[in-house]
């Protein structure tokens, strides 16, 4: 059976944890340190997944207790037996020198460790667990033993983890996690006219969408199922996003309506421009919204057969779209023909690799050094006479990928710095074809 233990130092409410979970008061609860002497094995259950539960004695360090060697016997037992360890912390004393040291003993386990911070009554105390992303555990949740808060989610992460779970859950949540995944959504939008239907029928290779030269001619989204490669799509082709003064109120503006609907709704945006006009002001809006909504994005300049197919001719509308587009760098360009059936396929490649990244995850060592890094390259500029410092960060769940960095003092970070952070993460991380998000938080310094 799989085997969860749960490890600490003294007196963080282990214990009290561990009774809540099994539901009953099998574990002595005292708030005296060091209570528990003994590991104790019951079996446990969540969402009808069956487990098998440690609550095991605090790790004492040193020998003023004379229980301390045979404690650190039992957890060190325990690390080879366990198959996840629950490191419970207390929110309310703060991160001290002894969790760090338990750390540093269930890192070198490469086990899963899911970091308990309990005493965390309420969400408005949530603000505590941050520091303790500075363990280098990615998964850090608020609980209270004795209130049952935050229990039922840190036993879905348990749970998460324990081999053919998904097969105990019910048919509808394991379609819904497939279809969320192995489907990509894509929004194909740009100014009307700019060929978005007739790049969708070069993908599809046949005429599902109607084409025509009369601007607004797809007055509705059309959701379309594509599979290549093993990749499945399904394609969004969206009436084209129309100035607003030319917009009459009617099926057209709730044509517009929809796209925006589509946009925020997909994973990665394809935004079509004609090779011929090159980004114009409607483009430029269309893709700041793109950059509103932190969406992931190809860029696509679309009917290069209209233009002399010279090298020079080709470069010049490319630097054009990206320095009028300059504040997506990080979605890449892609020239295609529809009407050829030309790029297509490398824009297809696009669509995977930008979606990819955007559902990708580092490990909180990993971020860290690389802000070490980057802050060796240069440091910020002083605020009010003082340094800014970013103490640590860690990646917080969902897409884009987004980054909490825990400073001095968050106003101080100005955009340049903020730019020079993100384009530097983007490398050193293998983020560069997808946009990601900083959050800047207060931290006091203790050290």
Request: charge should be neutral; include cysteine.
């Amino acid at each position: 059976m799989f085997r969860v233990a749960i490890v600490g130092r003294p007196n963080v409410g282990k214990s009290s944890l561990f009774n809540r979970i099994i539901g009953k008061r099998k574990a002595i609860v005292e708030d005296i340190p060091g209570v528990t002497r003994d590991r104790i094995v019951s079996t446990a259950e969540w969402r009808g997944v069956p487990f098998e539960l440690v609550d095991t004695g605090g790790y004492l360090e040193g020998d003023d207790d004379k229980f301390a060697p045979y404690l650190r016997k039992q957890i060190e037992k325990e690390l080879d037996l366990s198959d996840l360890f629950i490191f419970v912390v207390d929110g309310k004393e703060g991160l001290t020198q002894a969790d760090r040291d338990v750390a540093d003993i269930l890192r070198k386990t490469e086990k899963p460790v899911i970091v308990a911070v309990n005493k965390i009554d309420n969400p408005q105390q949530e603000d505590r667990i941050y520091e303790f992303y500075e363990l280098g555990f990615d998964k850090v949740f608020p609980v209270s033993s004795i209130q049952k808060y935050g229990v039922a989610d840190l036993l879905d992460e348990v749970v998460s983890h324990i081999p053919d779970y998904e097969v105990e859950a019910s048919q509808e949540e394991i379609e819904e996690k497939k279809e969320d995944r192995d489907v990509i959504k894509v929004a194909i939008v740009g100014k009307p006219n700019a060929g978005k239907s007739s790049l969708l029928n070069a993908i599809l290779g046949e005429e599902r969408a109607v084409v025509s030269n009369i601007p607004g001619t797809t007055r509705d989204v059309v959701d379309t199922l594509f599979e290549w490669n093993d990749h499945r799509f399904l394609f969004l082709d969206t009436a084209g996003l129309r100035k607003k003064s030319k917009v009459d109120y009617g099926i057209e503006f709730f044509s517009v309506g929809r796209t925006l609907d589509a946009l925020k709704k997909a994973d990665v945006v394809v935004h079509v421009i004609d090779a011929k006009e090159g980004a114009t002001e409607q483009d430029t809006k269309i893709a700041h919204l793109i950059q509103k909504y932190s969406k992931p994005a190809v860029i696509v300049i679309n009917k290069i057969d209209t233009l002399p197919q010279r090298k020079e001719v080709l470069n010049r509308v490319r630097n054009q779209v990206r320095e009028r587009l300059y504040f997506l760098p990080y979605a890449p360009i892609v020239m295609t023909s529809a009407k050829q059936k030309k790029g297509i396929k490398q824009l297809l490649q696009e669509i995977i690799e930008v979606y990819n990244q955007a559902w990708k995850r580092v490990g909180t060592g990993q971020l860290n050094r690389a802000i070490q890094q980057i802050m060796s390259l240069r440091q910020p500029p002083a605020y009010r006479g003082k340094p800014l410092k970013i103490y640590y960060g860690t990646q917080l769940e969902g897409k884009p990928p987004c980054f909490l960095l825990f400073v001095n003092y968050p106003e101080g970070f100005k955009e340049h710095y903020v730019r020079f952070l993100e384009n530097n993460l983007r490398e050193i991380l293998g983020f560069e074809k997808a946009p990601i998000k900083l959050i800047f938080r207060a931290r006091e310094s203790r050290y």
